[in-house]
């Protein structure tokens, strides 16, 4: 191997730090090189190996750049290449050259049919959870979707896709779930989920919350309502499996459980994981915003359960007490988190909470102006549930003026519409 090669590869070496790479730098500047194709290879080795530890090394910077911007560079890259370069610039998702590269090769795959091809299935699933890092670029979707396509289309493939494979791909559906290749794709795998034992049981916790998730996304499909079920019951029956969760993990879990709260095996795994959620401190502690809210909505699904309010009792106090996590949650949650606690009124330590949303509400107009009508309704509706309650009735009426106002401006718009147009 030649010098220029072997400085290469110390790229994937924790010492490696902005060292000069002449022969890289060379080729990757000048397309004609003889040497292009050969240490374009010995470069991408390399590249594969990066850690996102360590940041990107000067010279990866310089191939990140160019795959931005050369089109060529980008169309010259194999199978492998594509899924490989995808994978390590996920590890850097939030660094914009890497997102700019990330959406070139997404564009690649959108409008290459022949490489999507011949991608195998252990390719559609590291691009498919590369692609999920920046789910809300219309190139990502289109290449995800594409991708989605193929899982739908082809048995053979899904067959082929593992336990590794499996719930990346589940959980990168997932965040494209209203596009209807991704659906058809969802109930591919989850029908794998149901028909193979093996598969279904070799799922560590993690796998069966990305899983779980994605699945929850199309509980009106029964292939998905079985599939659920069946991860459901692991979670009701492995002790180990429920150790594995994380904070996260739980909430979603709960999340895609509450969509189908009327079966058994759903509910019994809830309420282990309501268990969890009340044993473990540290754990409560590590919920956001966010995750909070969905628990609390998904618990409020069986708030007739001991177990179930204890939990939400717990969640309750987080967010009376924790300004972060009331002052963050979105105009969805809070109307969210009001409805569940309106079926708690029983429990003493839900009134703080009701009152310290009631007291953001008061004070947070971006907050109501972001609540939509249906919101603003489910809001005053459940904030009534806690009868004579100053600082409630006074959110309440502030709601009921904020429809009243909205109503009024739509009518006014409404009768003076025609006067316009007879002007």
Same mark, same amino acid.
């Given at each position: 191997?030649?010098?220029?090669?072997?400085t290469?590869?110390q790229?994937?070496?924790?010492e490696?730090r902005?060292?000069?790479?002449g022969i890289?730098?060379?080729?990757?500047?000048?397309?004609?090189?003889g040497?292009?194709?050969?240490?374009?290879?010995?470069f991408?080795?390399?590249?594969?190996?990066?850690?996102?530890?360590n940041?990107?090394?000067?010279?990866?910077?310089?191939?990140?750049?160019?795959?931005?911007l050369?089109?060529?560079?980008?169309?010259a890259?194999?199978?492998?290449?594509?899924?490989d370069?995808?994978?390590?610039?996920?590890k850097?998702?939030?660094?914009?050259? @890497?997102?700019?590269?990330a959406?070139a090769?997404?564009?690649?795959?959108?409008?290459?049919?022949?490489?999507?091809?011949?991608?195998?299935?252990?390719? $559609?699933?590291i691009?498919?959870?590369?692609?999920s890092?920046?789910?809300?670029?219309? /190139?990502?979707?289109?290449?995800?979707?594409?991708?989605?396509?193929?899982i739908?289309?082809?048995p053979?493939?899904?067959?082929?896709?593992?336990?590794?494979?499996?719930?990346?791909?589940?959980?990168?559906?997932?965040?494209?779930?209203?596009?209807?290749?991704?659906?058809?794709?969802?109930?591919?795998?989850?029908?794998?989920l149901?028909a193979? #034992?093996?598969? =279904?049981y070799g =799922?560590?916790?993690?796998?069966?919350?990305?899983c779980?998730?994605?699945?929850?996304?199309?509980?009106?499909?029964?292939?998905?309502?079985?599939?659920?079920?069946?991860?459901?019951?692991?979670?009701a029956?492995?002790?180990?499996?429920?150790?594995?969760l994380?904070?996260?993990?739980?909430?979603?879990?709960?999340?895609?459980?509450? #969509?189908?709260?009327?079966?058994?095996s759903c509910?019994?795994?809830?309420?282990?994981?309501?268990?969890?959620i009340?044993?473990?401190?540290?754990?409560?502690?590590?919920l956001?915003?966010?995750?909070?809210?969905?628990?609390?909505?998904? /618990?409020?699904?069986?708030?007739?359960?001991?177990?179930?309010?204890?939990?939400?009792?717990?969640?309750?106090?987080?967010?009376?007490?924790?300004?972060?996590? @009331?002052d963050r949650?979105?105009?969805?949650?809070?109307?969210?988190c009001?409805e569940? =606690?309106s079926?708690?009124?029983?429990?003493?330590?839900?009134?703080?909470?009701?009152?310290?949303?009631?007291?953001? $509400?008061?004070?947070?107009?971006?907050?109501?102006?972001s609540?939509?009508? #249906?919101?603003?309704?489910?809001?005053?509706?459940?904030?009534?549930a806690?009868g004579?309650?100053?600082?409630?009735?006074?959110?309440?009426?502030?709601?009921?003026?904020?429809? #009243?106002?909205?109503?009024?401006? /739509?009518?006014?718009v409404?009768?003076?519409?025609?006067?316009s147009?007879?002007a």
């Amino acid at each position: 191997m030649n010098d220029g090669a072997q400085t290469l590869l110390q790229m994937s070496s924790p010492e490696y730090r902005n060292a000069p790479t002449g022969i890289a730098r060379e080729s990757l500047t000048h397309r004609g090189s003889g040497v292009f194709r050969r240490d374009l290879e010995v470069f991408l080795t390399a590249f594969t190996r990066l850690s996102a530890e360590n940041g990107l090394p000067h010279d990866a910077q310089v191939f990140v750049k160019e795959l931005a911007l050369d089109k060529t560079l980008c169309d010259a890259l194999k199978r492998q290449q594509v899924t490989d370069c995808l994978n390590v610039l996920a590890k850097y998702d939030k660094d914009e050259a @890497c997102r700019n590269a990330a959406l070139a090769l997404a564009a690649r795959l959108a409008n290459d049919e022949q490489l999507v091809e011949s991608l195998d299935a252990q390719h $559609i699933g590291i691009c498919l959870t590369a692609l999920s890092k920046w789910d809300r670029e219309p /190139l990502c979707r289109a290449a995800g979707i594409r991708l989605a396509n193929r899982i739908a289309s082809d048995p053979v493939l899904t067959d082929e896709l593992n336990s590794e494979v499996i719930p990346g791909c589940l959980n990168a559906l997932g965040r494209w779930h209203e596009e209807s290749e991704c659906a058809k794709a969802g109930m591919q795998l989850a029908r794998r989920l149901v028909a193979d #034992q093996n598969l =279904l049981y070799g =799922l560590n916790g993690h796998a069966v919350a990305h899983c779980l998730s994605a699945l929850g996304k199309w509980s009106h499909a029964p292939i998905c309502s079985d599939a659920g079920r069946r991860l459901s019951s692991r979670i009701a029956t492995d002790d180990m499996l429920v150790k594995q969760l994380n904070g996260v993990r739980v909430a979603n879990c709960l999340g895609a459980l509450g #969509q189908w709260s009327a079966d058994e095996s759903c509910r019994a795994a809830a309420l282990r994981l309501a268990k969890r959620i009340s044993d473990d401190g540290p754990l409560r502690h590590h919920l956001n915003g966010r995750h909070v809210a969905v628990c609390l909505d998904a /618990l409020a699904n069986w708030h007739t359960n001991e177990m179930c309010r204890k939990a939400a009792a717990h969640l309750a106090r987080r967010l009376a007490s924790d300004s972060s996590i @009331c002052d963050r949650l979105t105009a969805k949650h809070v109307a969210n988190c009001l409805e569940a =606690l309106s079926k708690l009124t029983g429990e003493s330590a839900c009134r703080p909470a009701v009152i310290r949303i009631s007291q953001r $509400i008061l004070t947070d107009k971006a907050l109501c102006d972001s609540l939509d009508d #249906q919101q603003v309704i489910k809001c005053s509706t459940a904030l009534s549930a806690w009868g004579s309650q100053h600082v409630c009735d006074r959110a309440r009426a502030s709601l009921d003026q904020l429809l #009243q106002d909205r109503r009024s401006v /739509l009518g006014h718009v409404n009768v003076k519409t025609p006067v316009s147009l007879t002007a």
